[in-house]
């Protein structure tokens, strides 16, 4: 199997459902970071073990990329900024590749824009840098939860 680098996989964000997707493709991403973490539940200890063991808490997604900012129409910089603004929810999958392919794989889950940050270096194109949080969605009365999806 050959390596796979950052500028074959792709960021989508879903204009759908969850259950009947239509995933639109931030080409403009750069250098796109996905924090997969756990929480810790309280230790347990007690005078049998002079151990300290732990429990899994609670997980978290959360994901960070750069954008190349265009000036002029650009719907996805709208929806980003939209989601920023308006709170608007989000379908975002990461992939190693083309989510029309079959085998391709990555996190996929609902998120809010929470840090839309405007770069502008002297010498450098505009950026902006998006930060986006883990969001509660429900759909057809069921909790969507984000999971490692693998396009059948």
Known sequence: ????TGRDCKL???????????WVEITQAIDVSVDLAKNEAGPTRSRASDWEYTHPGLKNISMSFGYNYLSGA????D???GSFDGDDQFEFAVM?????????????????VYG?????????????????KNAYKVESSAVVEPDWYIVP
């Open 116 to 132: 839309f940050n405007v770069q502008q270096g002297l010498e450098d194109p505009m950026t902006i840098d998006v930060e986006v």
């Open 96 to 112: 190693d590749g083309a989510i029309a392919s079959s085998g391709n794989e990555g996190p996929r889950f609902y998120g809010v």
């Open 12 to 22: 989508y964000y879903n204009t759908g459902s969850h259950a009947s997707p239509t």
């Open 74 to 77: 650009d719907t996805v910089f």
């Open 79 to 81: 929806a980003l900024k």
């Open 1 to 4: 199997m050959p390596k796979v």
